[in-house]
Protein backbone atom coordinates (compact mmCIF):
# COMPACT_ATOMS: atom_id res chain seq x y z
CA UNK A 1 0.00 0.00 0.00
CA UNK A 2 2.64 2.22 0.92
CA UNK A 3 4.83 1.39 -1.81
CA UNK A 4 1.60 2.57 -4.54
CA UNK A 5 1.38 5.99 -2.26
CA UNK A 6 4.90 6.57 -3.37
CA UNK A 7 4.39 5.65 -6.52
CA UNK A 8 1.30 7.95 -6.91
CA UNK A 9 3.07 10.79 -5.61
CA UNK A 10 6.26 10.21 -8.09
CA UNK A 11 4.08 10.41 -10.73
CA UNK A 12 1.92 13.93 -9.63
CA UNK A 13 5.43 15.12 -9.14
CA UNK A 14 6.75 14.71 -12.65
CA UNK A 15 3.21 15.73 -14.02
CA UNK A 16 3.53 18.89 -12.01
CA UNK A 17 6.97 19.12 -13.08
CA UNK A 18 5.71 19.46 -16.88
CA UNK A 19 3.62 21.77 -16.12
CA UNK A 20 5.74 23.86 -14.41
CA UNK A 21 8.35 23.71 -17.78
CA UNK A 22 5.75 23.99 -20.21
CA UNK A 23 4.37 27.29 -18.18
CA UNK A 24 8.05 28.72 -17.67
CA UNK A 25 8.57 27.95 -21.15
CA UNK A 26 5.33 29.59 -22.24
CA UNK A 27 6.14 33.04 -20.14
CA UNK A 28 9.88 33.18 -21.65
CA UNK A 29 8.10 33.14 -24.91
CA UNK A 30 6.03 35.92 -24.15
CA UNK A 31 8.59 38.00 -22.55
CA UNK A 32 10.87 37.59 -25.23
CA UNK A 33 7.88 38.54 -27.75
CA UNK A 34 7.39 41.51 -25.13
CA UNK A 35 10.58 42.69 -25.52
CA UNK A 36 11.50 42.37 -29.44
CA UNK A 37 8.50 42.26 -31.22
CA UNK A 38 8.15 46.21 -31.29
CA UNK A 39 11.34 46.46 -32.44
CA UNK A 40 11.08 43.46 -34.96
CA UNK A 41 7.88 45.34 -35.79
CA UNK A 42 9.39 49.00 -36.73
CA UNK A 43 12.73 47.38 -38.28
CA UNK A 44 9.50 45.40 -40.92
CA UNK A 45 7.88 48.76 -41.30
CA UNK A 46 10.93 50.51 -42.15
CA UNK A 47 11.83 47.96 -44.47
CA UNK A 48 9.06 48.12 -46.53
CA UNK A 49 8.71 51.93 -46.49
CA UNK A 50 12.33 51.84 -48.11
CA UNK A 51 10.75 49.20 -50.77
CA UNK A 52 7.70 51.06 -51.50
CA UNK A 53 10.70 54.03 -52.17
CA UNK A 54 12.78 52.21 -54.71
CA UNK A 55 15.86 52.03 -52.69
CA UNK A 56 15.29 48.44 -51.85
CA UNK A 57 14.30 47.87 -55.39
CA UNK A 58 16.03 44.92 -57.14
CA UNK A 59 15.46 46.97 -60.54
CA UNK A 60 17.92 49.67 -58.99
CA UNK A 61 20.54 47.56 -58.46
CA UNK A 62 20.94 46.31 -62.57
CA UNK A 63 24.75 47.40 -64.15
CA UNK A 64 24.15 50.38 -66.18
CA UNK A 65 25.69 49.45 -69.41
CA UNK A 66 25.70 50.83 -73.33
CA UNK A 67 27.55 48.22 -75.48
CA UNK A 68 27.31 47.88 -79.49
CA UNK A 69 29.33 46.10 -82.20
CA UNK A 70 31.47 47.27 -84.22
CA UNK A 71 31.70 49.75 -85.82
CA UNK A 72 29.48 51.72 -83.09
CA UNK A 73 29.96 52.97 -79.51
CA UNK A 74 27.62 54.32 -77.09
CA UNK A 75 27.98 55.82 -73.40
CA UNK A 76 25.81 58.27 -71.45
CA UNK A 77 22.52 56.59 -71.58
CA UNK A 78 19.47 57.25 -69.56
CA UNK A 79 15.80 57.12 -70.19
CA UNK A 80 12.93 59.51 -68.51
CA UNK A 81 10.12 58.26 -66.82
CA UNK A 82 8.12 57.69 -69.96
CA UNK A 83 10.52 55.31 -71.24
CA UNK A 84 12.33 57.41 -73.78
CA UNK A 85 15.99 56.78 -73.80
CA UNK A 86 18.87 59.33 -74.73
CA UNK A 87 22.33 58.34 -75.51
CA UNK A 88 25.69 59.16 -76.99
CA UNK A 89 26.73 57.12 -80.06
CA UNK A 90 30.09 57.05 -81.68
CA UNK A 91 31.25 55.21 -85.01
CA UNK A 92 34.82 54.77 -86.19
CA UNK A 93 34.51 53.21 -89.65
CA UNK A 94 36.32 55.37 -91.76
CA UNK A 95 33.30 56.79 -93.86
CA UNK A 96 30.30 58.10 -92.59
CA UNK A 97 27.51 55.98 -91.81
CA UNK A 98 23.58 56.90 -91.91
CA UNK A 99 21.71 55.32 -89.11
CA UNK A 100 18.20 54.75 -90.19
CA UNK A 101 16.40 53.18 -86.70
CA UNK A 102 17.10 52.48 -83.11
CA UNK A 103 15.42 49.85 -81.07
CA UNK A 104 15.57 49.55 -77.22
CA UNK A 105 13.72 46.02 -75.86
CA UNK A 106 13.32 43.78 -73.25
CA UNK A 107 15.33 40.70 -74.62
CA UNK A 108 12.00 38.56 -74.77
CA UNK A 109 10.87 40.88 -77.54
CA UNK A 110 13.95 39.14 -79.54
CA UNK A 111 13.58 36.72 -82.59
CA UNK A 112 15.56 33.94 -83.71
CA UNK A 113 18.03 36.50 -85.65
CA UNK A 114 18.19 38.75 -82.44
CA UNK A 115 16.26 41.61 -84.33
CA UNK A 116 13.26 43.24 -82.75
CA UNK A 117 9.98 40.83 -83.52
CA UNK A 118 7.98 43.29 -84.59
CA UNK A 119 8.51 46.48 -86.48
CA UNK A 120 7.03 48.72 -84.18
CA UNK A 121 9.63 48.16 -81.95
CA UNK A 122 11.82 50.49 -84.06
CA UNK A 123 12.35 54.48 -83.75
CA UNK A 124 13.27 56.01 -86.54
CA UNK A 125 16.25 58.37 -86.61
CA UNK A 126 17.52 59.25 -89.97
CA UNK A 127 21.11 61.08 -89.19
CA UNK A 128 24.74 60.50 -90.48
CA UNK A 129 27.39 60.28 -87.64
CA UNK A 130 30.98 61.17 -89.49
CA UNK A 131 33.71 58.66 -88.40
CA UNK A 132 35.45 59.53 -85.35
CA UNK A 133 32.44 61.81 -84.35
CA UNK A 134 29.63 61.54 -81.42
CA UNK A 135 26.47 62.44 -81.65
CA UNK A 136 23.83 62.89 -79.15
CA UNK A 137 20.35 61.03 -79.61
CA UNK A 138 17.10 61.49 -77.15
CA UNK A 139 13.47 60.15 -77.59
CA UNK A 140 14.00 56.62 -78.26
CA UNK A 141 11.63 54.43 -77.22
CA UNK A 142 12.01 51.69 -74.90
CA UNK A 143 9.83 48.60 -74.77
CA UNK A 144 9.52 46.09 -71.51
CA UNK A 145 8.45 42.51 -71.72
CA UNK A 146 4.97 42.31 -72.99
CA UNK A 147 5.64 45.16 -75.54
CA UNK A 148 4.45 47.93 -73.35
CA UNK A 149 6.88 51.40 -73.14
CA UNK A 150 8.55 51.30 -70.24
CA UNK A 151 7.52 53.27 -67.68
CA UNK A 152 9.80 53.34 -65.06
CA UNK A 153 10.08 55.38 -61.63
CA UNK A 154 12.97 57.36 -60.83
CA UNK A 155 15.91 55.40 -60.26
CA UNK A 156 15.02 52.18 -61.75
CA UNK A 157 17.53 50.62 -64.15
CA UNK A 158 16.06 49.25 -67.82
CA UNK A 159 18.10 46.53 -69.09
CA UNK A 160 17.41 44.99 -72.31
CA UNK A 161 18.86 45.39 -75.52
CA UNK A 162 20.10 47.92 -78.46
CA UNK A 163 20.05 47.28 -81.89
CA UNK A 164 21.05 49.74 -84.36
CA UNK A 165 20.11 49.44 -87.92
CA UNK A 166 22.21 51.85 -90.19
CA UNK A 167 23.40 52.25 -94.15
CA UNK A 168 26.92 52.17 -94.99
CA UNK A 169 28.95 54.90 -97.45
CA UNK A 170 28.59 51.64 -100.00
CA UNK A 171 25.04 51.50 -99.56
CA UNK A 172 25.29 48.13 -97.60
CA UNK A 173 22.41 47.70 -94.62
CA UNK A 174 24.22 46.96 -91.07
CA UNK A 175 22.87 46.17 -88.46
CA UNK A 176 24.78 46.65 -84.62
CA UNK A 177 23.50 44.84 -81.59
CA UNK A 178 24.32 44.77 -78.20
CA UNK A 179 23.46 45.72 -74.39
CA UNK A 180 21.56 48.84 -72.57
CA UNK A 181 21.44 49.29 -69.06
CA UNK A 182 20.01 52.75 -68.02
CA UNK A 183 18.72 54.76 -65.13
CA UNK A 184 15.70 56.50 -65.14
CA UNK A 185 16.86 59.94 -64.42
CA UNK A 186 14.92 62.98 -65.71
CA UNK A 187 11.26 63.92 -67.57
CA UNK A 188 12.04 65.67 -71.15
CA UNK A 189 10.02 68.12 -71.72
CA UNK A 190 10.17 71.14 -74.33
CA UNK A 191 8.55 74.22 -73.06
CA UNK A 192 7.98 76.97 -75.69
CA UNK A 193 8.94 80.67 -74.73
CA UNK A 194 6.28 83.18 -73.50
CA UNK A 195 6.74 86.77 -74.79
CA UNK A 196 4.56 89.56 -73.90
CA UNK A 197 4.27 93.04 -75.72
CA UNK A 198 2.56 95.94 -74.43
CA UNK A 199 1.32 99.00 -77.19
CA UNK A 200 -0.20 102.15 -75.49
CA UNK A 201 -1.39 105.32 -77.63
CA UNK A 202 -2.96 108.16 -76.57
CA UNK A 203 -6.49 107.21 -76.89
CA UNK A 204 -6.12 103.48 -75.93
CA UNK A 205 -3.70 101.03 -74.33
CA UNK A 206 -3.59 97.52 -75.88
CA UNK A 207 -1.59 94.63 -73.64
CA UNK A 208 -1.28 91.09 -75.45
CA UNK A 209 0.33 88.08 -74.18
CA UNK A 210 0.81 84.92 -76.20
CA UNK A 211 0.09 82.05 -74.71
CA UNK A 212 2.54 79.86 -73.36
CA UNK A 213 2.26 76.18 -74.54
CA UNK A 214 4.31 73.10 -73.26
CA UNK A 215 4.42 69.65 -75.14
CA UNK A 216 6.47 66.85 -74.66
CA UNK A 217 8.56 65.89 -77.64
CA UNK A 218 8.16 62.04 -78.73
CA UNK A 219 10.32 62.40 -82.37
CA UNK A 220 14.05 61.43 -82.15
CA UNK A 221 16.09 64.40 -81.20
CA UNK A 222 19.42 64.45 -82.88
CA UNK A 223 22.43 66.62 -81.36
CA UNK A 224 26.16 65.94 -82.94
CA UNK A 225 28.78 66.63 -80.52
Request: glycine share 8%; hydrophobic share 35%; charged share 10%.
Amino acid sequence: MKRSVKVIKKEKNNENSLIYRIKYKLQAAMEYLMTYGWAILIIALALGVLYSLGILNPQNFKPQVCSLTAPFYCSDQYLNTNGFLTLKIAQGSGSTITINKIACVDKSLLDQRGLPSNQAYWSGVGVSIPSGSQTQISNIICYSSGGKQYNGKIGSVFSGAIIINATTSTGANIFSVGEIGAQVKVLSTSTSTTSTSSTTSTSTSTTSTSTTSTSTTTAPVVITV
